[in-house]
């Protein structure tokens, strides 16, 4: 007898391709018929993902007031983090969804905006089939411990340290 348990599964670490590699695991479960989120936090622009999203009917929600270097838009972020963390709790507790996609919730981890364990209860109290999908650098030891997989993407060589810009279609 094979039981379905939902996973947690941690997408970190300083490479490109952790929200591409969840975006990935959403595309397999439309195509189990399953039912998915994908929750942005930190990012605010419609891009690529959002576009696909809409035409195969997928909820997609960026909630964020983008990334800057400078830091400009922490405060703003972090208010918009815990909105979003509070749609979040709620969507992976309803039992709606197969599959919910944090994607760089790790930002709000660290930056103390959130709280881990709060959203370690999130995640230890959800429905048995739910599968939560977290994506960000740095993702704190906790986080890494609870998760049923965890995942270090690292850069070996990059495109953006040859002075080639973020392109349509691979960054966003």
Do not use: C
């Amino acid at each position: 007898m094979s039981l379905t348990k939902g996973l947690v599964i941690i997408n970190t670490g300083q490479g490109k391709g952790k929200t591409t590699a969840a975006l990935g695991m959403m595309l397999r479960a439309w195509g189990h018929d399953m039912k998915v989120v994908v929750l942005q936090f930190i990012k605010h622009a419609t891009v690529g993902e959002h576009r696909a999203a809409q035409r195969m009917g997928m909820e997609i929600v960026a909630g964020g007031a983008g990334f800057t270097s400078r830091g400009d838009n922490a405060e703003k972020n972090e208010q918009m983090s815990k909105e979003l963390w509070k749609v979040a709790a709620e969507k992976i507790n309803s039992g709606t969804y197969d599959m919910v996609i944090l994607d760089e919730l790790t930002y709000a981890l660290q930056y103390g905006w959130l709280g881990i364990d709060e959203v370690l209860d999130v995640l230890r109290h959800r429905p048995v089939k739910v599968h939560v999908i977290i994506t960000g650098r740095n993702a704190p030891q906790a986080l890494i411990d609870f998760a049923n997989m965890a995942v270090e993407i690292t850069d070996i060589k990059h495109h953006r340290r040859q002075r080639i810009k973020a392109q349509a279609g691979i960054e966003f």
